[in-house]
């Protein structure tokens, strides 16, 4: 049982090049989630999603888009990269809203030059 | 939007010592959970609270919901080198609620 994992750990990217960020959990939660931490502004919310083919916005949703479109996949788009994108990217999921402790994959870090 | 502030930013302690954070909500919240980061790791779920003035206790760590359901604390006892990390409160705005509020969390270091 891996939990959450998170696809790639460490990327370095250049202004206007895109990337995708993977995130698989085998423990058939429902909701996934997108979070960015960044220094001092804890763990802000990106996207989020309820179930296989849902999305929804966070706090934090310009720059980035999501696809969920397997249960246990969620993936986080970067279509143009800048430097204010540089952070350390997490992946979240939980069983449902009644149970919504959150099981958190090792972190993306990102770098935007 | 919803604001939780999380007192205070940075904590060093000797160890032995205790050590409190505090999270403040500006409105009533449902429930409240609270997660620990180990330097260089992911958050992980610790405990939540759901009922006005519930504490409740994990070893030398314990967690309090205010009366009037704005506020919690995480208090330890004795901290222990393996207390280093950075504590955050997350909050839900109504119990069923899928998303989490985190708050800006407080780091702890140990002087040993």
């Known amino acids: 049982n891996a939990g959450v994992t998170q696809t790639p750990k460490f990327r370095v990217l250049k202004t206007g090049q895109s990337m995708t960020l993977l995130c698989a959990q085998d423990m058939n939660h429902e909701y996934m989630y997108w979070y960015r931490q960044d220094p001092g502004m804890g763990l802000r919310l990106i996207h989020y999603s309820v179930g296989e083919g849902t999305t929804a916005k966070g706090e934090v949703p310009d720059g980035y888009n999501v696809s969920r479109l397997k249960k246990q996949n969620f993936l986080l788009g970067l279509e143009s990269a800048a430097p204010s994108q540089t952070s350390v990217y997490f992946c979240?999921?939980?069983?449902?809203?009644?149970?919504?402790?959150?099981?958190f994959g090792p972190g993306t870090r990102l770098t935007v030059l | 939007g919803q604001q939780v502030m999380q007192i205070p930013q940075y904590q060093h302690v000797q160890e032995g010592e205790d050590f409190t954070t505090y999270c403040n909500s500006s409105?009533?919240?449902?429930?409240i959970q609270w997660y620990k980061q180990r330097p260089g790791g992911h958050p992980v779920f610790l405990i939540q609270?759901?009922?006005?003035?519930e504490v409740k206790k994990q070893k030398r760590l314990t967690f309090q919901f205010g009366e009037a359901k704005k506020n919690s604390s995480l208090h330890i006892t004795a901290t222990q080198t393996t207390d280093v990390g950075t504590y955050f409160c997350?909050?839900?705005?109504?119990?069923?609620?899928?998303?989490?509020?985190f708050g800006t969390g407080t780091r702890l270091t140990i002087i040993p």
């Open positions: 979240a999921s939980s069983y449902s809203q009644w149970n919504n402790e959150q099981f």
């Open positions: 409105t009533t919240l449902s429930n």
């Open positions: 609270l759901v009922k006005s003035g």
């Open positions: 997350a909050e839900s705005p109504n119990f069923g609620n899928e998303k989490l509020t």
